[in-house]
C-alpha cells in the first residue's frame, strides 16, 4: 500500500524543528513582528472563508437535520465529554497541563477542506459535508471558549470571556461576515485562487505554531514532557479517535441514515480544524510559555486523522469504482 506524506503534516515537523534551533526569533525581543503578522493573518483567512462559504448550500443543507445533528453533537458534546471522563485520574500539575491540552483539542471544531474532499473520495453526501463543516467552525466561535472558561482558569490564564469574544469577533466574526457581504463580487475570485488562499492560510498557521514552539522552547517546557509521555499521548489520540469514529458509526446505522450520510457522519465528526485551533489557542490562551504543549495534541491527531481517513476514503472509493 503507497502512503504519501502530507506536505503540511511535513511543513509543520519541519516549522517546529526551526523553532527548536532557533526560538529567538519567536520571543517577545525579537525583531520580527509575529504576533503583528498573525493577528492580520487571521484576520484575512477568516475573510477569504467568508467569501468561499455559500449561503445557498448552507440554506439547502438545513433540510437533513438529523445528520446535522449528530455531526455537532459529536463535535461539541461527545468529544469533550469523553476527556472529561479522565479528569478525575489527574494527579500531577504535568498530567493537567497535558490533560488541558487534550480537552482543547476535543472542544474544537471540525475541519472545512479536508472533510470535504475526504467525503468526496470517499463518494459521500458532499453537500451536507459543506454544509456541517461551514456550521461547525461558527458554532465553535461560540463554543470553544465556553467549554475552555470552565478548566482554563486552573492553568494560570487570565481568561477574561468579554475580552476573548471581543477578540474572536473582532478577528473572525467581522471578517468572516464582511467576507459573506462582499462574496457576489469577490466570490468568482476566491473560487478562482482558492489554492493560494489555502497556501496563505497554512502559511499563517505556520507562523503562529512557530511563534507558540518557540516560546515553549525557550522557557524550557518541553523538559518535563519524556519520550514515553508522547508516546503515551499518541496512544491517548488514537483511542480517542477510534471511540469517536465507531461510536459515530454506531449511531448513524440505528439512526437508519443512508451509506451516503454514515461515510459524512464519520468523517466530518471525526476531525478536528487545526487552523481554528491554532487561532482560538493564541486568543484563548494568549502568550502563555505552554502554548506549544497546549497544541501539541492537536498537531499530533491532525496528522493521524488525515493519514487513518485519507486510508479508509480510498478503500471505500475504490469499492464503490469496482
Not at 476527556?83 to 497535558?98: G, I, S
Not at 488514537?238 to 459515530?248: C, D
Amino acid at each position: 500500500m503507497n502512503i504519501k506524506l502530507d506536505k503540511f503534516v511535513v511543513s509543520i515537523l519541519f516549522i517546529i524543528g526551526l523553532a527548536y534551533v532557533f526560538p529567538q526569533w519567536g520571543t517577545a525581543s525579537s525583531p520580527i513582528p509575529i504576533n503583528t503578522i498573525s493577528t492580520i493573518g487571521i484576520s484575512l483567512i477568516f475573510f477569504f472563508y467568508g467569501l468561499k462559504l455559500s449561503p445557498t448550500k448552507i440554506k439547502e443543507g438545513l433540510k437533513n437535520w438529523k445528520l446535522h445533528v449528530l455531526i455537532q453533537g459529536t463535535t461539541f458534546l461527545f468529544f469533550p465529554l469523553i476527556v472529561l471522563l479522565f479528569k478525575p485520574l489527574l494527579q500531577t500539575a504535568e498530567q493537567e497541563l497535558l490533560w488541558l491540552a487534550i480537552f482543547f483539542l476535543a472542544a474544537l471544531p471540525s475541519t472545512v477542506s479536508s472533510s470535504v474532499v475526504m467525503v468526496s473520495v470517499a463518494k459521500g453526501n458532499i453537500p451536507a459535508a459543506i454544509f456541517n463543516a461551514s456550521i461547525s467552525g461558527i458554532i465553535g466561535i461560540l463554543v470553544t471558549p465556553l467549554w475552555m472558561g470552565i478548566f482554563v482558569n486552573s492553568a494560570d490564564a487570565n481568561f477574561d470571556f468579554s475580552s476573548i469574544y471581543l477578540q474572536l469577533i473582532g478577528q473572525i466574526v467581522v471578517p468572516v461576515v464582511l467576507g459573506l457581504i462582499l462574496q457576489k463580487y469577490l466570490g468568482e475570485f476566491a473560487q478562482k485562487y482558492s489554492k493560494q488562499l489555502t497556501l496563505f492560510d497554512k502559511s499563517i498557521i505556520l507562523l503562529i505554531i512557530y511563534k507558540s514552539f518557540a516560546s515553549s522552547f525557550e522557557e524550557k517546557i518541553f523538559s518535563s514532557v519524556s519520550l514515553v509521555d508522547l508516546l503515551v499521548l499518541l496512544g491517548i489520540i488514537l483511542l480517542l479517535f477510534a471511540v469517536v469514529f465507531f461510536g459515530i458509526k454506531f449511531v448513524s446505522k440505528r439512526l437508519g441514515f443512508t451509506e451516503k450520510d454514515q461515510i459524512t457522519a464519520t468523517f466530518c465528526g471525526t476531525k478536528k480544524s487545526l487552523v481554528h485551533g491554532t487561532v482560538f489557542s493564541k486568543i484563548v490562551f494568549g502568550n502563555m510559555a505552554t502554548l506549544g504543549i497546549i497544541l501539541l495534541p492537536l498537531m499530533i491527531f491532525h496528522a493521524t486523522q488525515i493519514l487513518i481517513i485519507s486510508i479508509i476514503a480510498g478503500k471505500m472509493g475504490r469499492n464503490k469504482s469496482a
